[in-house]
């Protein structure tokens, strides 16, 4: 399925430098989307705007976040490969609670968007460490690394790092490292984002060493 995927992608123009997971290189990882459904994951609101496409996790229509409910999580990485369209705005949230509805301003979100005229681009820890220049593309597969061990982020872009931030002890505000769920953010009705090959790979607690 991916190798028809792939080959479909490049008949219709569009790169991706992203590597999908195989048996070689996925010691610890394991997969939590299984390309067809939304198993394992619950819609706070608008559940109608998440759906799957073509072996991929689409988001499109007014807000709406997509909760990996299977489990809250403290130490971890995550990898995904994530398309958005020009102009869109969207996010992978992580350490929140489930909200029923609205914005909301706990854990953290990595920052996807290219274009969207918020200032704050692809790999920014929204409202921590910003970045005005996207190193990737509209209309493009690209990979998102995250890694979170003790009271360290590092997110990577196609393999590169792009933030590497270390949140300082006793961190007042909203926007802090905890224990809580994934989230995949759908921004607004012109905004429309795909995940693709979504792998986690839990890891020690520091906090308990």
Request: aromatic share 10%; charged share 25%.
């Amino acid at each position: 399925m991916t190798h028809l995927l792939l080959a479909s992608l490049f008949s219709l123009g569009l790169h991706t430098t992203a590597t999908p997971l195989t048996s070689d290189n996925t010691e610890g990882w394991k997969s939590i989307f299984d390309g067809k459904t939304l198993q394992g994951w619950k819609a706070n609101e608008q559940p109608d705007n998440w759906t799957v496409e073509d072996g991929a996790i689409s988001g499109h229509g007014s807000r709406s976040h997509l909760y990996y409910v299977t489990e809250e999580l403290d130490d971890f990485e995550l990898k995904s490969d994530v398309m958005i369209n020009k102009g869109g705005n969207s996010g992978i949230y992580f350490h929140i609670a489930f909200h029923e509805e609205g914005w909301f301003f706990d854990g953290h979100e990595v920052q996807i968007n290219n274009s969207h005229r918020d200032p704050v681009k692809t790999g920014s820890l929204w409202a921590v460490v910003k970045l005005f220049d996207s190193p990737v593309q509209d209309d493009e597969w690209f990979r998102v690394h995250i890694k979170v061990e003790g009271q360290n982020i590092v997110v990577r872009l196609n393999d590169k790092v792009v933030i590497d931030y270390t949140e300082p002890e006793g961190a007042v505000g909203p926007r802090r490292l905890a224990k809580g769920y994934l989230a995949l953010q759908q921004h607004d009705p012109g905004s429309r984002v795909r995940f693709r090959n979504i792998a986690l790979r839990k890891l020690p607690d520091t906090a308990s060493q």
